[in-house]
């Protein structure tokens, strides 16, 4: 989104940031219908955006209209997610090749402000911060190796997938296990061992998509079970 907005577009970003942290946090679950008119009901604004709001994110795959029968999240697919995890992993194995075959001073530069934070800095123990930062870590991996359509697919595929990704960060064991993880990948670049980076890299990505649906399907479950706010 812009970070420039006009007054309605300004209005629009909040229904929309809303709405897209009601979908994240399953108080509007998957399948559940609504109208425009009980959106801005809600979040007591007009229907114009609502609209925008709706749009952006059905634009980003989080909402589909109905003709004549309003909106309707998207059902849970976790075979798309499982797609989009696969896709990630292509890109951020080829992108830990392409820096492990860097000369070690130039790698070490790159990857500088990684080493600092996951490896040198004391550990944070707050599941959302550590959640960004996490994203922050493999995005960077994938600027490093320099090719922009790279980062810009895999930025992409991060911001699809963010709607369970976050809850791998909602358990102490998963953050230290991230802190634990990302360490030894970074080491391994730093060594120019690719086979292991790869290798480490592809686990840890794994154990986290496993991670993160067992959790989904929990949250799902539980959330069902609770009437709407």
């Known amino acids: 989104m812009a970070q420039s907005r006009s007054k309605p577009e300004a209005l629009a970003e909040k229904v929309y940031q809303a709405l897209k942290q009601d979908i994240f946090a399953f108080r509007l679950m998957p399948?559940?219908?609504?109208?425009?008119?009980?959106?801005?009901?809600?979040?007591?604004?007009?229907?114009?955006?609502?609209?925008?709001?709706?749009?952006?994110?059905?634009?980003?795959?989080?909402?589909?209209?109905?003709?004549?029968?309003?909106?309707?999240?998207?059902p849970f697919?976790?075979?798309?997610?499982?797609?989009?995890?696969?896709?990630?992993?292509?890109?951020?194995?080829?992108?830990?090749?392409?820096?492990?075959?860097?000369?070690?001073?130039?790698?070490?530069?790159?990857?500088?402000?990684?080493?600092?934070?996951?490896m040198d800095a004391d550990p944070l123990d707050e599941g959302k911060a550590v959640s960004t930062h996490d994203e922050a870590f493999h995005i960077a991996l994938v600027e490093a190796a320099g090719n922009q359509e790279m980062t810009r697919i895999h930025t992409e595929i991060t911001e699809k997938i963010r709607?369970?990704?976050?809850?791998?960060?909602?358990?102490?064991?998963?953050?230290?296990?991230?802190?634990?993880?990302?360490?030894?990948?970074?080491?391994?670049?730093?060594?120019?061992?690719?086979?292991?980076?790869?290798?480490?890299?592809?686990d840890h990505i794994a154990v986290s998509k496993a991670e993160v649906r067992k959790i989904t399907v929990h949250m799902l479950q539980q959330a069902r079970l609770q009437p709407i706010e």
């Open 31 to 74: 399948g559940d219908r609504f109208s425009e008119n009980e959106i801005a009901e809600r979040l007591g604004v007009s229907r114009t955006p609502v609209r925008q709001a709706l749009f952006w994110l059905a634009r980003e795959n989080y909402v589909e209209v109905w003709f004549r029968s309003g909106w309707q999240v998207r």
């Open 77 to 118: 697919d976790f075979a798309y997610f499982e797609e989009l995890y696969d896709l990630r992993t292509v890109l951020e194995r080829e992108a830990v090749r392409r820096l492990c075959a860097l000369p070690p001073l130039a790698c070490a530069t790159q990857l500088n402000a990684l080493k600092a934070f996951w």
């Open 163 to 202: 709607i369970i990704r976050h809850l791998d960060f909602t358990r102490e064991d998963r953050i230290a296990a991230t802190y634990r993880e990302h360490a030894l990948i970074l080491r391994a670049i730093f060594q120019q061992h690719t086979e292991e980076a790869q290798r480490i890299l592809t």
